[in-house]
């Protein structure tokens, strides 16, 4: 019968409050141990709807005008710790031009802005999903967790096909700052347990009633249980958890036949040892790192005896006794 039940931790996804980039808004910033996502999501901003030039207009002169690319460009860079642009992250791209029949039009908008509106009435979606998977996690190594979305535009055209020219813009709302230090950003771990799941919850023999107290209990170990746990931390500086292990109830009661009978998980077969079982082991992740970890937790001793009736138990007894084991992270 099982004796112990396991429930997943996980400690996944955090939020992060709305923070402004620019011309976007992050939204539902998350972290887990696989990335770190957010929504770069697009909003027009008032007194700049003629600030920034269009960069998809068609090359002029003679011969067969063509748009081959029209986009939206994203860059996120870590910034040090002395306020320095650093390394690249990531660079993103959204596509305006769609599938091309409306490069005329995209051409004809006065400003960037009347270009995207152009892009998004043709069904182009200017929000993002932006993700940093764990594999680049050392790239944010460096910086104090600060970062900086650049943003631009920019459109390639060209005459004949062959006489092309890159037009880049976006001078005057290109850059926005994020201190993912100053948030409420925790570890993302998730922990699973395994052992001896299951135990013949048996007593049996000619002298039940001997085991009559906690003192004289029939004891066995069963072993440890195995503690795996996975862990990413997305900020600059070490984080600690401490990971707790426990059985619970102390005791329970379970019946057999007309015999009641008192189970328990203790820390040893000691006459004087108490009911109850717990484990806790301390953890440190260093900053922008992950850890793998497995510990075993001490040896558990299950504790059977006859609590009713005390001098006439039936000789043999099978019972459901619903201890669990649960584990926290925190």
């Known amino acids: 019968m099982k004796l112990l039940k396991y429930f997943l931790f996980s400690a996944v996804f955090l939020m992060l409050p709305n ?29 700049h709807l003629t600030n920034h030039p269009n960069t998809c207009k068609m090359k002029a002169g003679s011969g067969t005008q063509s748009l081959q690319s029209c986009r939206l460009v994203y860059v996120f860079n870590l910034l040090t710790s002395s306020g320095a642009v650093g390394a690249e992250i990531q660079r993103g791209y959204v596509d305006l031009r769609g599938d091309g029949s409306y490069d005329l039009e995209l051409s004809n908008a006065a400003y960037h802005y009347d270009s995207l509106k152009v892009a998004e009435a043709h069904g182009v979606n200017l ?58 950003l925790d570890v993302a771990c998730e922990a699973s347990a395994s052992g001896p799941l299951s135990i013949e919850n048996t007593l049996s023999g000619d002298h039940l009633y ?15 249980i195995s503690l795996s746990v996975n862990c990413v931390n997305w ?25 009641q009978v008192t189970c328990g998980a203790y820390r040893d077969a000691h006459a004087g040892t108490a009911a109850g079982y717990s484990f806790s ?50």
Do not use: W
């Not at 976007?24 to 998350?30: D, G, I, K, R």
């Not at 440190?284 to 006859?306: F, K, M, P, W």
């Open 281 to 330: 082991r301390p953890i440190s992740v260093a900053g922008y790192d992950g850890i793998s970890e497995q510990y075993d937790t001490d040896n558990i001793y299950y504790g059977l005896y006859v609590s009713s009736p005390s001098t006439s138990a039936e000789t043999s007894l099978e019972l459901n006794c619903a201890l669990s084991g649960q584990y926290t992270l925190n």
């Open 19 to 47: 923070t402004v980039l620019s011309h976007y808004v992050v939204e539902n910033p998350q972290t887990s141990l696989s990335e770190l996502t957010f929504d770069l999501t697009h909003y027009y901003l008032a007194n």
């Open 210 to 224: 001997l085991y009559n107290s906690s003192a004289s209990r029939l004891s066995q170990d069963i072993g440890a």
């Open 127 to 184: 929000n993002q999903y932006v993700s940093i998977p764990y594999a680049d996690i050392s790239k944010l190594a460096g910086s104090n967790g600060s970062f900086r979305v650049t943003t631009s535009s920019e459109g390639y055209s060209c005459i004949n096909g062959t006489n092309c020219t890159l037009a880049a813009g976006g001078t005057g709302y290109t850059r926005s700052d994020i201190n993912l230090s100053s948030q409420n």
């Open 235 to 259: 900020l600059s500086t070490a984080k600690s958890k401490t990971l707790n292990f426990s059985i619970m109830p102390n005791t329970t009661i379970a019946n057999g036949g007309d015999t």
